[in-house]
């Protein structure tokens, strides 16, 4: 049997909207990668345009499940976690790095967007997001979670590259050798992905054509494609170049048919393309 490389995914899961688990595992699967889920909470749906949600919240089942994986002798190449809804939780994804000490440690820190963070996010939970950070090898996290873990200012102009690269420098000495951060507007007129290889002090971006309107979502799928590029032996650019053109085709495609926004991209009609031989050279140093 082919050994497939196996990721504990410590997010939520909503029944409609494509966000978080519900995008995750597809994208991870179609990559030929074993997605094991560690839902942080179920909703009924996502938390933006479908009024009160049905929320069940995960946390005591976290520790129990991490119990249950070590007793029965399975590992994990790679703990990857999102959103997470308390502090107990962070302490819950930190227990699971230390106790798969050769995984890869991807953390996306969902703290915010647009310049605000999320409701739920008070000053506490943001130093605790920086804790798991600090123990992460890669993170991903948007300018505006940039911003809360620098705890500067949120950028309201476009940036020059030096600007961009003290950003992604400052975040990398915070712990994670790697730092990728999506939606970057910089100073050129170009809106990229942007980022920083703190082993070969390489920076990187791959810009992409903006369209007017936001789909939930579009972050996980990156990151998750992010994370199953360099599973699979992706350099860091060809695996930010994979995530970028897979978001951006799917991004047009919904926008082309004209699919209600809430419900995120139409993921089922853009699977195919990632298991095409496509050529991913987009990128340029940054």
Known sequence: M?????VAAIHDLSGVGRCSLSVIFPTLSVMGIQVCAVPTALLSTHTNGFGDV?????TDYIPEALS??????ITFDCIYSGFLASEAQVTHCLEFMDSFKGAMRVVDPVMGDGG??????????????????AAADIITPNLTEAAILLGIPYPTSPLTVGEMKQILVKLSAKGPKTVVITGAVLADGEICNVGYDGEHSAFWR??????????????DIFASILTGGLLLGDSLPIAMTRATAFCEYAIKTTFGYGAPAREGVMLEKCLPM?????????????
């Open 54 to 58: 049905v929320l069940k919240d995960m």
């Open 206 to 219: 791959v810009p992409y054509e903006m369209i007017p309107r936001s789909y939930p979502g579009t972050g």
């Open 274 to 286: 990632l298991v095409e031989n496509s050529s991913y050279t987009q990128y340029r140093q940054l």
């Open 116 to 133: 605000k963070r999320y409701r739920t996010y008070d000053d506490r939970l943001c130093r605790r997001m920086g804790e798991l950070v």
């Open 2 to 6: 082919p050994e497939l490389k196996r």
């Open 68 to 73: 249950h994986y070590i007793s029965a002798g």
